[in-house]
Each structure stands twice: as C-alpha cells, then as structure tokens.
C-alpha cells in the first residue's frame, strides 16, 4: 500500500517538474553543450562543409595578445562599472532602509526599482540622446554655467560607463537595501548608547551586516557587465569594442561560429571562476 | 544636530540618484515630442513623428509581434513555472537541492552566451532562426523569474489550511483547486507579468535567434540606431518604456516585492 502510495507521489512531482526542466534543458543546457561541442571544429557542419576537431580556436586566444587585451578590458569595464555603483548605490540604499520612514520609504523603493525593469536597450538609447554633442547636457550646462563648455561625451569610454551603471544600479540598491532592512535598529541604538560614534557603528555593524548583500549585488552587475556587447556598441561607437562585441561579431558578422563558440566559452569559464570565488558569501547572503 | 544633517544630505543623495534614473528617459520622451529631426532646441511641439510612427508598418509588425511573442511566452512560463513551484514547495524528495540550483544558470549566465548557444543548438537540430526559436529562448528565461515569485508566495502559505480541508474529506486535487490555489493566485499573476516584461523587454536572445526582416521590436530598434538616429525611434521608445513601467507597476502590487507588508 505504502509503495502504491510512494509511486503514485513520485508521478505526480515527475508529472509537475518534467515540463519546466525540460525546457529548461533543451533550450539552456543543450545549447551549451552544444557549443562547448562547436568550439573544438575547425568548421560549421552543416551542408558539405569539411570539418575536423581541432583546439586551433583556443588557441587563436592564446596565439595573439588582441583577444586576451579584450578580456582584460572587458573584465576592467565591470569592475569599475561595479565599484562605481557601490559607491554611488550603497549610501542610497541606506538612506532608503534607515533614514526614509513610512509610506513613502516603499514608494521612493518601487521608484528606484522601476527602471530596471522597463527595457535596458531603450534606457541606453535615451543616454545617446542626452549625451551627443550639441545636445540636452551640453545645451543644460552652457544655460546654468557662466562659461562655454563643450561636452561631447558620446562615443567615449564615459559614456559606456554611465550607461552600465544606469542599467545596473538598481541592482545594488536591491540587494544592500534588503540586506540594511534586516539590521536591527536595536543594535545600533546600542552601540549609539554605549557612545560609538557614526564611523565606528557603519565599520563594525553596518557593513558587516550588509555585506552579503552588497557581494551579491556587485556580483549580478559584474557578471552581465563583462559580457555586454550592446552597450558598448551604442554608447562607445569606435572606442566600444571589447570582448563581448568580439563574440557577436562572429556570429551576426564575420560568422566564424567556432571561433564565437571558443570566445564565449572562455567568457563563460571567467564568469564561472567568479561565481564559484562569491559562492561562500552569496551562500551566508541566503540564510 | 549632525543626525539630521547627515539625513538631510542622504535625502539630497537619494534626489540625485532618481534625477539620474528617470532624466533621460524624460528626456527622450521630451524629443519625441519635439519637431526637429536632429533634436534641435528649442523645443517645438509637435505630434508628427508619432503620427509617422501610425504609418510605419515595419515597426507596427516589429510590436505585434514583440506583443505575441510575449503573451505566448507568459502563458507557457506561467503554467509550467506553477506546476515546478508547486512540486519544489511540497514535496520533499532527492535532488531538489539540485533542481533549485539549475535555476540559476539562466539567470546568471550573460545571455550573450545563452544567446548564441541557443543560436548554435537551433541550428544545429534543424528549428534555425525564427519566431519559435525566439519563444523557445524567452520561456527558458522567464521560467526561473515565474518559479521565484510564485515559490515566494508559497512560502507564506499555511500548510494546516490544506490539513483542514483533507480531514473535511477533500481528495488531494480539490485541495490543490480549491485551497492552495487560490492562496498562491496574487503569487501566479505576479509571476506572470514579470514573465511577461522578461519577454516584451529582451533584446540580447532575440537578437541572435530572430530572423533578418521578422524581429522583435527591440531588435528593429538596435538596428535602426546603429544606422542612425529617427524621431520615430524616440516615439516607439517612449510608448514601451510606459508600458513596460506601467505592467511592472502592476506586478509590485500583486508581489510584495517592496519588501515587509
């Protein structure tokens, strides 16, 4: 009886579960293998291409410095884009978890948030309006300032910068709110009492307390960061080529798609790498 | 004395940071109103390039189907998403750990790599570019989103009311309709509009797996810009950020995603 039971309680979570996983498998964990598979042929095999298996696109990384120097600059990219939104997030974060009380706190939280969720590619392309040449930043400054400036920060590595972290700093202000949220007020009316002043109570409570979440957000911009193509691309103009715009060129330009496949894995191992360096602390951040 | 200093000075920062959020979008929505093609100030009103926008048929298409593909990604995600909830959240078995890990990938991996090893894998079983490739690609990641939600709900869900309505003799489905459901409902909806905005708002997925002259919206969108700039952009532009702003607004009212309620 206790079997029939058993069984029947296996269908039924294999009857919910199979559908989801499924997709989940022929549409993400397929398609990697199928692209670690792809990065080690010579060519496309499709048609009646010749192709072998070969590690010469991995090599191709390692052959010329140009696509290590990519890397490195795509890797440099998010970490500024990362440091500059902590920086600019955190103190925001706070001053909506501790400062701000009441009603308007979820309000002015929603409002923070809301962008994130409406479409990245049209936030990028409203920055290109503010930012060309002769254009609302400039015509703005030349009506407050008492001097001509000239700003043209369009196509510059800038203007990819504050694009990124207009994308991504709701983010960071996401995960540190959740986590200052948590802190007990209680705590730092303790430390206020026994007369710790502002520095120390933010150096050994506040931060402490608050730093799983903080990783955890630095971590979900880095990640998307290193691989952007697209910002870059309409932001940067001539000066926006980096790694991730190597990638898309393979595939929707030069279309070597061994090549692309070798890249993006190597992409993928970097992200991985840091993933698995932020797991002990995103881990602390769940609990 | 410096408490409220210091306070005051954080609301200033906080000020600053939704000027820098919101200034551009209102700037590109100020533009779409403006007659000159080159942005020229001053400002000029006009409604023309909405009313070229009316005309353009490729951008019409672009949205239908953008809005299509969309719908038919929620309801996918939606319903799967449920039933892989529901599974997680009550039953215990091995692996689950597991499960609830491969959720992740999706999520976490830039989908310029998801992207173009979907791209790849379409390919390669024959399905190519195309508008099912491109539903294919969404639901995979709009499925996690759904999951997340609808598990958060459930979390809140009082496992005695299911007990209660067994001992009063309800077989396990009546008590999946009528008890669990409908507690988890605000859950579902909420999980179904943020599948939706994944969806309506991907650009990178859709740019790989969306043929040439058949693509969304925001793919028509990144390749007029890299051509150059048109007015009508700004006007289409403006109409999905409202959209996609006002389905999220939506969303928040169904979630409690604000944090403690």
């Known amino acids: ?287 | 004395m410096s408490g409220t200093f210091l306070a005051r000075l954080g609301k200033l920062w906080l000020a600053l940071i939704l000027f820098f959020l919101y200034a551009p979008i209102f700037v590109m929505a100020f533009m779409s109103f403006n007659a000159s093609q080159y942005y020229q100030l001053p400002f000029e009103f006009s409604l023309k390039w909405y009313e070229k926008l009316a005309g353009n048929t490729e951008i019409i298409d672009a949205a239908t189907r953008s809005v299509g593909i969309a719908i038919i990604t929620t309801i996918i995600a939606t319903i799967l998403g449920t039933a892989a909830s529901v599974a997680l959240f009550r039953f215990e078995f091995r692996g689950k750990r597991f499960l609830q890990v491969m959720l992740f990938p999706p999520i976490a991996i830039p989908w310029l790599i998801t992207g173009t090893a979907m791209l790849i894998f379409f390919f390669g079983i024959g399905l190519g570019r195309g508008t099912p490739s491109v539903i294919i690609g969404h639901v995979a990641l709009a499925l996690p989103y759904v999951i997340v939600v609808v598990s958060a709900r459930l979390a809140t869900f009082d496992a005695t009311l299911e007990e209660a309505a067994r001992s009063m003799g309800a077989d396990g489905w009546t008590v999946t309709r009528r008890v669990t459901l409908p507690w988890i409902s605000s859950g579902i909806i909420a999980g179904a509009l943020f599948a939706f905005a994944v969806s309506f708002d991907q650009f990178v997925v859709s740019y790989f797996l969306s043929e040439p002259g058949d693509s969304t919206l925001p793919v028509l969108i990144y390749t007029s810009i890299r051509k150059g700039f048109t007015p009508e952009i700004n006007a289409i532009s403006t109409i999905i950020i409202v959209v996609s702003m006002a389905v999220m607004l939506v969303a928040a009212r169904f979630s409690n995603f604000g944090g403690e309620r």
């Open chain 1, 1 to 287: 009886m206790s079997t029939v039971l058993a069984n029947q309680e296996r269908l039924r979570i294999f009857g919910l579960l199979s559908p989801a996983y499924l997709w989940l498998t022929v549409a993400i964990f397929l398609p990697l293998s199928a692209m670690l598979y792809f990065s080690f042929l010579s060519e496309v095999p499709f048609g009646d291409a010749e192709w072998s298996h070969t590690t010469e696109n991995y090599e191709a990384f390692f052959q010329t410095s140009t696509y290590a120097i990519l890397l490195w600059k795509s890797i440099r990219l998010g970490l500024i884009v990362t440091l500059v939104s902590v920086l600019v997030g955190f103190p925001c974060a706070y001053v909506l978890a501790k400062v701000i009380k009441g009603r308007s706190r979820e309000a002015l939280f929603l409002l923070v948030i809301l962008p994130f969720w409406s479409n990245s590619l049209v936030r990028i392309f409203s920055w290109a309006i503010v930012l060309r040449g002769n254009g609302v930043l400039e015509i703005g400054l030349n009506a407050v300032l008492p001097f001509e400036v000239d700003v043209n920060l369009m196509f510059s590595t800038p203007a990819i910068v504050i694009g990124l972290v207009h994308s991504y700093l709701p983010y960071i202000i996401l995960t540190s709110y959740l986590a200052l949220q948590a802190i007990d007020d209680n705590l730092i009316d303790a430390a206020r009492s026994m007369s710790a002043n502002k520095l120390t109570i933010l150096w050994r409570i506040i931060l402490p307390l608050s730093l799983p979440g903080l990783l955890a957000g630095a971590v979900l911009i880095f990640v998307p960061v290193v691989g952007s193509f697209m910002e870059p691309r309409i932001l940067g103009g001539r000066v926006g080529t980096y790694f991730g715009t190597v990638i898309e060129d393979q595939f929707v330009a030069v279309y070597n798609w061994p090549l692309g496949a070798a890249l993006s894995f190597i992409l993928l191992a970097v992200v991985l790498l840091i993933l698995a360096v932020a797991s002990p602390v995103l881990r602390r951040a769940q609990t």
